[in-house]
């Protein structure tokens, strides 16, 4: 069975941090790496991931994929309030089906 | 474009009974997906569709769930009948055959069984 863990499952920081969020998977087949930043309801997508080392970038956030070691990482600078939301991890295997980790509940303080 | 289409977005109903959410992806999008996501935990799978045929169905409980695709494009999914452990956000989600692996998620139906 395709797993997803995700660490920590709660984080809060003030506004400025720079966070680091963990993703770990184990999934036959892999085909993609996924992060989606939920604030309310509807998961909203930030990367994909399909290739070793390779950094993929969007203004203050960064994700890198070690598929050697079954890891990635989301790395948010300049923490503002707004970036206070759950992230999730999930993995593409056969079929493309995503498997989701817990996600971590980040709260930027002002 | 216009987004993932999902009503109501909010449904309170008591043990026993049954429900139905309604899906319209994204235009063009071939792939289709129900997911369950429990509070405080992430989003399962229930059912993948790819057009109107079904293509992963294995973690949907059969007993009380069902889920149609009847002309590849909207979709229903039903619980019938409904307990506590049902309470949760149903997401539908969509991909192309451009992109298969990025989902575009509707903002989900809340439903809660009381």
């Known amino acids: 069975e395709d797993k997803v863990v995700q660490s920590p499952l709660s984080l809060v920081v003030h506004e400025g941090d720079t966070v680091t969020l963990n993703c770990s998977y184990e999934?036959?087949?892999?085909?993609?790496l996924l992060w989606y930043k939920q604030e309310k309801k509807a998961p909203t997508f930030l990367f994909m991931l399909t290739s070793s080392g390779i950094e993929k970038k969007s203004g203050r956030l960064s994700s890198i994929l070690d598929k050697k070691e079954l890891f990635s990482i989301l790395n948010i600078t300049a923490t503002q309030t707004g970036d206070s939301a759950i992230y999730l991890c999930?993995?593409?295997?056969?079929?493309?089906?995503?498997?989701f980790g817990k996600g971590t509940l980040l709260t930027v303080n002002p | 474009e216009a987004g993932v289409a999902q009503s109501p977005r909010y449904k309170i109903i008591e043990k026993r009974q049954s429900v139905a959410f309604w899906c319209n992806p994204i235009?063009?999008?071939?792939?289709l997906y129900w997911y369950q996501q429990i509070l405080g935990q992430g989003p399962k799978l229930l059912i993948q569709f790819q057009n109107n045929g079904v293509v992963d169905d294995s973690q949907l409980p059969k007993d009380r769930f069902s889920a149609e695709r009847l002309k590849g494009v909207d979709s229903t999914l039903k619980i019938q009948p409904a307990k506590l452990e049902d309470s949760a956000v149903y997401l539908c989600a969509s991909s192309s055959s451009r992109d298969v692996g990025r989902y575009t998620f509707g903002s989900g139906t809340r439903l809660t069984v009381v």
């Open positions: 999930a993995v593409g295997g056969s079929n493309y089906k995503l498997t």
């Open positions: 999934v036959t087949n892999f085909r993609s």
């Open positions: 235009s063009g999008h071939a792939t």
